[in-house]
C-alpha cells in the first residue's frame, strides 16, 4: 500500500472510531451535558453527575438558557425548589445553579455566565458565610474557560468547546459513561442530582438512618466544617480580603449586585438557616464578631450600591440564628432511628424548611401554614443592630439549654485548635 493511502487508511480509522466515540458518551450523556432522551436501564440515572458538577451545570445552562436561577452552595442546591409557586411563571426555564462548597468568586462567574447565556429575570441567593472568606480556592474542576464571559464581562468566543473534548473524546469521559450504565441496577447509586439542578432529597433522611443516625451526620460533617471550611488550609484565616492575591471578596459582591441592578434583575438574597450547632463552630473558632461584621456588610454594601440606582435595595432574608427550626434537637448518639424534620445534619437543611423559606422571601405563605416571625427577617440598616442582638441572647438561652450540644462543639474546636491558635489565627492581617 502506497503511504498516502495508508494515511488515509488511517485517517479514516481514526475518524470512525472517534465518531463512535463521541455517539457512546453523548448517548449515555453521563453529565447531562448533552440533554439524551434519558432511558431507563441505559441512562435514566446520572450517579456520575456530582463529580463533575461545575463542567455539568455550567453546559446544562448552555443548553436550556434559563431565565430564572438559584445560587448558592450545597445548601441552596440541597434545599430550594424551583417548581416553588412563589416564582415568577414568566420567568422560565428555571435552574437551581448551586454548586458545592462554592466561593463567592465562582458563584459571581456562573451567575456572569447564565446572565449572558440568557437575560436572567429573576435570582435567588443563598448567602454562606464561610464561601465570603478570601483565603478559600476555588475547587480544582472550576474553569474560567467554559464560562461565557470574564470577570470583566468580555466575551469568551470559545466557551461552548472548552468541554469536548473530556466529555465527549476522553478517557474519563468514557469511563463515566460505562460507570453510568454499570449503575443502572444499582441499590446503591442513583441520580444525585434532580433535572432542575437541585440535590436529590426525597431519600436523605433513610440514607442516613442507614448511615449510622443523625448524630453521626452532624458530627461528619462538623468535623468539615471545624478543619477545612471557616478556616481553610493553608493559612487557617477568615478574611474578606486576601492579603497575598489582594483579592477583596467585598468587590465581587459588589459586582454581583450591580449587574442585577443595572439589567433590572428580580434579585433575592437569603442568609441560609443552617442548625444552630454551625452557629456554636462559628462561635467557638472566635469568628462571631465577624459573623456580625458580615450580616452589616452584606446590608451596607446593598443599600449603596441601591443608592446608586436610586431604586430599593434587594431583600435580604436572614433565617440564621436561633429559632424554633434551627434548633431542632438532634439524635443522640445511640439513636440510629429517629428521623429529624428539618435537618439532614448541621449545614444542610431540608426541601420542606426550604420551601418555608421560599414562602417569605416571595412573600407566598398562604400555601402553607406560616412560621413564626422570627424565623426570616428582612434586614435593613434601621434592624440590622436590634436583629443581632436578639440573635445574642437567643445564643445565651440555646447554650442554657442545649449544654451538651453546645459542649460537643467546644470540644471538637478544642481537638483541633488551641486558644492560642486562634487568638494568632484571628491576629495576622
Known amino acids: 500500500m502506497k503511504p498516502i493511502n495508508y494515511l488515509k487508511v488511517w485517517l479514516l480509522s481514526l475518524s470512525t472510531v472517534s465518531l463512535c466515540f463521541a455517539f457512546f458518551n453523548g448517548l449515555i450523556d453521563p453529565y447531562r451535558v448533552v440533554g439524551s432522551p434519558e432511558i431507563k436501564g441505559l441512562n435514566q440515572l446520572k450517579p456520575e453527575f456530582s463529580d463533575h458538577l461545575r463542567l455539568a451545570k455550567a453546559a446544562i445552562v448552555n443548553r436550556l438558557a434559563p431565565k430564572a436561577i438559584i445560587l448558592g452552595s450545597s445548601r441552596a442546591e440541597q434545599a430550594y425548589d424551583t417548581n416553588h409557586p412563589g416564582w415568577n411563571l414568566q420567568a422560565q426555564p428555571r435552574y ?87 449503575q443502572q441496577k444499582s441499590k446503591n447509586k442513583g441520580t444525585p442530582y434532580l433535572n432542575n439542578g437541585q440535590r ?105 450600591e441601591a443608592a446608586k440606582f436610586n431604586t430599593a435595595p434587594f431583600p435580604i432574608w436572614d433565617f440564621s440564628g436561633y429559632n424554633e427550626f434551627t434548633t431542632e434537637t438532634v439524635p443522640d448518639s445511640e439513636d440510629k432511628t429517629t428521623k429529624m424534620q428539618w435537618y439532614y445534619e448541621s449545614s444542610h437543611f431540608s426541601k420542606p424548611l426550604g420551601d418555608l423559606v421560599l414562602n417569605k422571601v416571595f412573600d407566598s405563605e398562604d400555601e402553607q401554614p406560616p412560621t413564626s416571625s422570627s424565623f426570616g427577617v428582612l434586614l435593613t440598616s434601621e434592624n440590622i443592630e436590634s436583629h443581632l442582638s436578639r440573635i445574642r441572647a437567643e445564643q445565651q438561652e440555646y447554650e442554657k439549654t442545649n449544654q451538651e450540644d453546645v459542649m460537643m462543639i467546644k470540644k471538637l474546636v478544642d481537638k483541633y485548635y488551641s486558644e492560642s491558635d486562634l487568638e494568632k489565627f484571628h491576629s495576622q492581617p
Open 96 to 182: 437551581n445553579l448551586g454548586l458545592a462548597a462554592v466561593s463567592l468568586y465562582e458563584l459571581l462567574r456562573y451567575f456572569q455566565h447564565a446572565h449572558k447565556v440568557q437575560p436572567l429575570e429573576q435570582t435567588v441567593v443563598g448567602l454562606d458565610f464561610y464561601m465570603f472568606n478570601a483565603y478559600r480556592a476555588s475547587k480544582p474542576d472550576f474553569s474560567e474557560k467554559r464560562l461565557a464571559v470574564t470577570v470583566d464581562n468580555q466575551p469568551n468566543f470559545f466557551y461552548r468547546y472548552h468541554d469536548m473534548l473530556p466529555v465527549f473524546l476522553s478517557e474519563d469521559g468514557l469511563t463515566s459513561s460505562l460507570n453510568t450504565i454499570r
Open 200 to 304: 436529590a432529597w426525597k431519600h436523605k433522611p433513610e440514607e442516613i438512618v442507614k448511615g449510622g443516625g443523625y448524630e453521626k451526620a452532624f458530627a461528619v460533617t462538623e468535623n468539615i466544617f471545624v478543619t477545612t471550611l471557616y478556616l481553610p488550609p493553608p493559612d487557617k484565616k477568615y478574611s474578606f480580603i486576601n492579603t497575598k492575591t489582594g483579592e477583596n471578596y467585598w468587590e465581587y459582591y459588589r459586582t454581583l449586585l450591580r449587574i442585577a441592578y443595572e439589567d433590572n434583575i428580580d434579585f433575592r438574597l437569603i442568609i441560609n438557616p443552617s442548625h444552630a450547632r454551625q452557629w456554636e463552630i462559628i462561635r467557638h473558632l472566635k469568628l462571631w464578631d465577624k459573623f456580625e461584621e458580615w450580616k452589616w456588610k452584606l446590608v451596607k454594601i446593598n443599600e449603596e
